[in-house]
């Protein structure tokens, strides 16, 4: 059974939504260790179509092109011809023109493995895209729905460090190239606190699954 975006939340269509498709996207999004992930996860045991920039992502890192890249402009985080991520984390986040630089390559052939991931379902009605960058990216226009998960700066920094490893001046760093998780709330569509249980955050979940969605078999 599948399910669809309710008539009155499809605000564009494939001339003014992301990569031209022509069914309804809704962006979700939020800070690190908001508890966006918990809820994709959610939303998939629904059956829904979820699609993960940081999964699509993983893979663009995968391709020849980028392991070019790296081997020649980062090669210190390159070990055998393999990406170290711990090291190339810590030089994105350090040196600002391999950033911006490894971002344009990346996104260049990121619709592409969205596009190839988006084909392996048959014919859904809508699309779910969890992406941190939502708002960072200017995504947000070419999304029908825009949902946030938002937390508190505490229980974000307490939640990297237990799940990451981190410490606070690399979480800062990280934090320091997202938007500020207020903005983006006050930008969406949509918001779910998580500050509670686990619980709690699929209770929410599924109060906004009622207003947002229909099963097809459902009017």
């Known amino acids: 059974m599948d399910w669809a975006l309710k008539r009155e939340y499809i605000r564009l269509n494939n001339t003014n939504r992301l990569y031209d498709l022509d069914i309804p996207i809704v962006g979700l999004t939020g800070g690190m260790a908001s508890g966006k992930s918990s809820i994709s996860t ?5 059956s829904f179509v979820v699609l ?7 893979t663009v890192y995968r391709l020849p ?3 070019e890249f790296l081997n020649i402009q980062a090669p210190k985080a390159m070990t055998n011809g393999k990406i170290n991520f711990v090291t190339l984390r810590k030089m994105f986040f350090s040196q600002k023109k391999l ?3 490894l971002e344009n390559i990346l996104y260049t052939y990121l ?5 190839k991931e988006l084909h392996t379902y048959q014919k859904p009605l809508l699309a779910i895209y969890d992406v941190p960058l939502l708002y960072e990216k200017n995504l947000n226009k070419l999304v029908d729905v825009a949902i946030c998960v938002t937390c508190t700066k505490e229980n974000q920094i307490l939640r990297i460090k237990s799940r990451n490893n981190l410490d606070v001046t690399e979480i800062n760093k990280i934090l ?13 569509d949509f918001v779910i606190e998580n500050n509670s249980t686990m619980n709690d955050l699929l209770k929410k979940t599924n109060e906004l699954i009622t207003i ?3 099963q097809t078999d459902q009017e």
């Open 42 to 46: 959610m939303l998939k045991n629904l």
């Open 52 to 58: 993960n920039a940081d999964q699509l992502i993983k």
């Open 65 to 67: 092109h980028i392991i």
């Open 99 to 101: 950033q911006e630089d």
């Open 111 to 115: 619709k592409d493995e969205f596009i």
């Open 176 to 188: 320091a190239n997202q938007l500020d998780t207020k903005i983006k709330a006050e930008k969406a």
């Open 212 to 214: 947002l969605f229909k």
